[in-house]
């Protein structure tokens, strides 16, 4: 490792090879496309259709693959 390695790694309280395989997330995202909705946050495969904009917001119309649904994303 170089200078610039044993750096970036002190700031994360690193001091040798077991300390860096020891670290482990602290949360995660599930991204797994389920073909069912779910009653949770959940990842969409989803085909882009159309996208309208405007000055105060943009609808993205879009088919959801997985799931065989339309629907309208709106972002204000």
């Given at each position: 490792?170089?200078?610039?390695?044993?750096?970036?790694?002190?700031?994360?309280?690193?001091?040798?090879?077991?300390?860096?395989?020891?670290?482990?997330?602290?949360?995660?995202?599930?991204?797994?496309?389920?073909?069912?909705?779910?009653?949770?946050?959940?990842?969409?495969?989803?085909?882009?259709?159309?996208?309208?904009?405007?000055?105060?917001?943009?609808?993205?119309?879009?088919?959801?693959?997985n799931?065989?649904?339309m629907?309208?994303l709106?972002?204000f």
């Amino acid at each position: 490792m170089d200078k610039e390695d044993i750096k970036k790694l002190s700031k994360l309280h690193v001091t040798n090879i077991l300390d860096l395989a020891l670290i482990v997330p602290n949360k995660y995202e599930d991204n797994t496309i389920y073909n069912h909705l779910t009653h949770q946050e959940q990842a969409f495969e989803a085909q882009i259709l159309n996208v309208a904009q405007s000055p105060k917001r943009v609808v993205i119309k879009a088919h959801l693959l997985n799931v065989d649904m339309m629907v309208d994303l709106v972002y204000f």
